[in-house]
């Protein structure tokens, strides 16, 4: 079975990781319930406050969820690219979303609807194995962020990040360094000074604008549990 209904949620769908190892007729399903559409940069996926009927998926592009607080300042909880997914809780709550998703990167963005996709959960114990796997994952991060923004030093949030990006000891940077700097609760200038930091204690390097490299991953980790 091959789904024909549209090639763009098909190659969306293959890509994030709850569905590419399902079967094909189950993957056909999920691209029969989805829908695409293009975003541009700035625009709002959802916002506080709205009800979501989707679970979402990124094709292309990138998309930035963060939570406000009282006085407005963002946290940035996460930022998505391809094959990432994201509004996953409208499939287990009925509760307004406490969160916003802009689109910071034009983006191509695959809908899954949210009510046939908890029928196909149903029916495909390997997809709700992995999406409660994802969840557990997701909690894990949140609860370590939270950790890591209220009692960690400024210095030790920024090694952190960095070791949480790495590969083979490189970090390239997909977002600004503004949205870094929120993700951790700091603000840029102070990102900047932690980075300059960790770079004059020679465990990082920076390459470029962009891209950071560890020195030694072994050494950092042992560095950053003493600040």
């Known amino acids: 079975m091959i789904c024909k209904k549209n090639l763009e949620p098909k190659s969306c769908i293959l890509?994030?990781?709850?569905?590419?190892?399902l079967s094909k007729d189950e993957q056909d399903a999920v691209c029969l319930i989805s829908t695409h559409q293009k975003r541009s940069k700035g625009s709002f996926i959802y916002t506080s406050g709205d009800i979501l009927n989707s679970l979402y998926v990124i094709h292309r592009?990138?998309?930035?969820?963060?939570?406000?607080?009282d006085e407005g300042k963002e946290q940035v909880i996460r930022i998505l690219e391809k094959g990432d997914f994201f509004g996953e809780m409208a499939i287990f709550s009925e509760e307004l979303m406490s969160s916003t998703a802009e689109v910071i990167e034009d983006a191509v963005i695959c809908l899954v609807d949210k009510d046939?996709?908890?029928k196909l959960m149903v029916t495909?114990?390997?997809?709700?194995?992995?999406?409660?796997?994802?969840?557990?994952?997701?909690l894990v991060k949140a609860e370590e962020l939270i950790e890591n923004?209220?009692?960690?030093?400024?210095?030790?949030?920024?090694?952190?990040?960095?070791?949480e990006n790495h590969k083979n000891g490189i970090v390239t940077f997909k977002t600004t360094k503004q949205n870094l700097a929120k993700q951790v609760g700091l603000t840029p200038e102070t990102f900047s000074r932690k980075l300059k930091e960790l770079?004059?204690?020679?465990?990082?390097?920076?390459l470029n604008h962009k891209t950071i490299e560890i020195v030694n991953i072994e050494q950092f980790k042992d560095e950053?549990?003493?600040f």
């Open 116 to 118: 046939e996709l908890k």
């Open 124 to 138: 495909s114990p390997e997809l709700s194995f992995k999406m409660m796997t994802e969840l557990s994952k997701r």
């Open 61 to 69: 592009g990138k998309v930035k969820v963060s939570k406000f607080n």
């Open 199 to 206: 770079e004059s204690l020679g465990l990082i390097i920076t």
């Open 224 to 226: 950053i549990m003493r």
């Open 149 to 163: 923004t209220n009692i960690q030093k400024a210095i030790y949030r920024v090694a952190h990040l960095l070791l």
């Open 15 to 21: 890509y994030v990781p709850i569905f590419k190892n």
